[in-house]
């Protein structure tokens, strides 16, 4: 797989108005004393999934020159009331009944808008916080949201986290009404085949729902500053340009994760089964922290590895880094980190990951068939990857 690409093709969608209000259906008259009640027939999907060859990564942003589809503004109208947290309107009865996931949370699910391009996001509390994607919203201070009832407010961007990308807007109340919030999940309890809702603007088409199952879990997709997002969610329900900063909800109407990328096949630059969502658990530790303005600051090693026999072969010591300044060379095979031992690349970046920038670790290395052990300072991650 290859860096993610923002996708940089038009809208198909573009010169016409993406959402016209639909009249509410009359009632239906009732059937004749004599006749017996039509039955309401209920009919069920079932479908394979199937696999396609990724050819790429690509963040599902759509890129300027895109619809937006922001609908007409009525000033003077009320804001349509809401109720919150989304995800108790969907009873245990109705659990994994897609309509009823929807129709809950899509009240919570904002369109963006900025300079370069369009988006995602949604709801997380009544005040006015959003979540969405950093490639979404970009270098933008500002950006427009449009509400679920094709209203639109300015939203002001309080955080960026590139190495997660992940941003956190805020609305203001008094501009939206009364607003529904969704819940996050716990994501490390997602399995493999349950239940997924992808609910987003794919294409600037918005409150666009799509369906599909988890596919995998703690995969590894690339951030926009070029680390590496751990934990990541793969699903097959259809995501798109569009969808970027959306959420992936599980059967009771809860956020698993943050719709960010596809993977592509061949010249095909939409949706082939194979999406990713950075997992809510990451949301959780995030969002708060950039809402108190912190910047956050991750530890960083400076190495690349490869899988080796019995540990993580050291590809490259970046030159000037903290493994480099403490001896670590290509080659070396690495074993343990503070005594956890290492199996393979992804235990290197699992052992720093909650440690700080300023922390030393003891790293174990096997070099010309012995062992030794060397101190490495850490520091704080360059802004972009090596």
């Known amino acids: 797989m290859t860096d993610p690409l923002l996708w940089l093709h038009g809208d198909p969608t573009e010169g016409r108005r993406l959402r016209v209000p639909e009249p509410r259906p009359e009632p239906a008259a009732p059937p004749p004393p004599e006749a017996p009640a039509p039955a309401d027939p209920r009919s069920r999907r079932s479908g394979r999934f199937g696999a396609a060859v990724a ?21 003077g109208g009320p804001p349509a009331p809401a109720s919150s947290p989304a995800s108790a309107a969907v009873s245990a009865k109705q659990q994994g009944d897609v309509a009823a ?22 709801v997380v509390d009544v005040d006015g916080t959003v979540v969405t994607n950093a490639h979404v919203v970009g270098d933008s201070d500002r950006v427009e949201v449009q509400l679920s009832d094709d209203r639109t407010v300015t939203g002001e961007v309080t955080g960026v986290d590139t190495s997660s990308d992940l941003a956190v807007l805020h609305v203001d109340p008094a501009r939206t009404g009364k607003l529904t919030a969704l819940e996050l ?136 880094g903290p493994a480099a300044r403490a001896g670590l060379r290509a080659g070396d095979v690495i074993v343990s980190v503070d005594g956890e031992r290492i199996g393979d690349p992804d235990d290197v970046a699992a052992a720093i990951r909650d440690r700080r920038p300023g922390e030393s670790v003891d790293v174990e290395v096997r070099r010309d068939g012995e062992l030794r052990t060397l101190q490495i300072e850490l520091t704080a991650r360059p802004e972009q990857a090596p």
């Open 55 to 75: 050819g790429g990564l690509v963040s599902a942003a759509l890129v300027s020159g895109g619809a937006f589809g922001l609908g007409l503004i009525d000033a």
């Open 101 to 122: 996931i929807y129709k809950a949370a899509s009240p919570a699910v904002v369109s963006i808008r900025t300079g370069s391009g369009s988006g995602t996001g949604f």
């Open 185 to 320: 999940a716990d994501s490390s309890t997602v399995r493999t085949g349950q239940l997924a809702v992808a609910i987003g603007s794919p294409f600037g088409l918005p409150q666009t729902a799509t369906a599909g199952i988890v596919s995998g879990t703690g995969r590894h997709i690339q951030a926009p500053d070029g680390f590496q997002i751990d934990s990541v969610i793969q699903t097959d329900a259809p995501i798109n340009p569009g969808n970027s900063g959306g959420p992936l909800l599980d059967a009771a109407g809860r956020v698993i994760g943050v719709n960010s990328q596809i993977a592509t096949g061949g010249a095909s630059q939409g949706n082939v089964g194979i999406g990713f969502a950075v997992p809510a658990n990451t949301v959780r530790d995030v969002i708060p922290r950039l809402e108190r303005g912190e910047t956050i600051r991750r530890a960083y090693i400076g190495v690349s590895t490869a899988e080796g026999n019995g540990g993580a072969v050291v590809r490259e010591a970046t030159a000037g």
